[in-house]
């Protein structure tokens, strides 16, 4: 059992590289457009780098949890059950908060004419960009927990 929580703890690591790493920088990609056509491209990058935050988070979630099942103390464990109550705020803001600001974003890109960036695109991922950078300072905090483990 002790060889399956080193593969999981493994597992762990490399989710929250390649799954929280792009997450950080997803928010960056489109600000240095400065056309419509690169800010398209902004975003085909962003959806699929979005793909692989998914598949590391859902790593993440699966290996965390299979670790407390095989460790139950975790879950007496303040680091462990904040840093699972902020992941799972954290996944809760994509459908509740991420998905409705995006929506009309998406639908100015599919829309616009001509190849300079609207205002209301503008004002519409200042809002964006406020929520992403709250769900990446929480992502932030659950990888100090998890690296300290302060209590």
Excluded: Q
């Excluded at 060889?3 to 997803?26: D, E, N, R």
């Excluded at 829309?111 to 991922?125: C, F, M, N, Q, T």
Aim: glycine share 8%; aromatic share 8%; with cysteine.
């Amino acid at each position: 059992m002790a060889t399956f929580y080193k593969i999981l703890v493994f597992i762990h690591i490399i989710s929250a590289i390649l799954g929280m790493g792009p997450g950080f920088i997803l928010s960056m990609i489109a600000k240095s457009a400065k056309t419509m056509t690169e800010l398209r491209n902004a975003y085909v990058i962003k959806r699929r780098l979005h793909m692989m935050v998914m598949i590391g988070g859902l790593l993440l979630i699966g290996t965390g949890l299979l670790m407390g099942m095989i460790n139950p103390s975790l879950f007496r464990t303040g680091w462990y059950v904040v840093s699972l109550t902020l992941f799972l705020i954290g996944l809760a803001m994509g459908p509740i908060l991420l998905a409705p600001l995006s929506k009309p974003i998406k639908a100015i890109l599919a829309s616009h004419k001509g190849d300079d960036i609207p205002a209301e695109y503008v004002r519409l991922s200042k809002k964006l960009d406020v929520c992403e950078n709250i769900a990446n300072t929480i992502f932030f905090i659950i990888i100090v927990l998890m690296i300290l483990k302060p209590f």
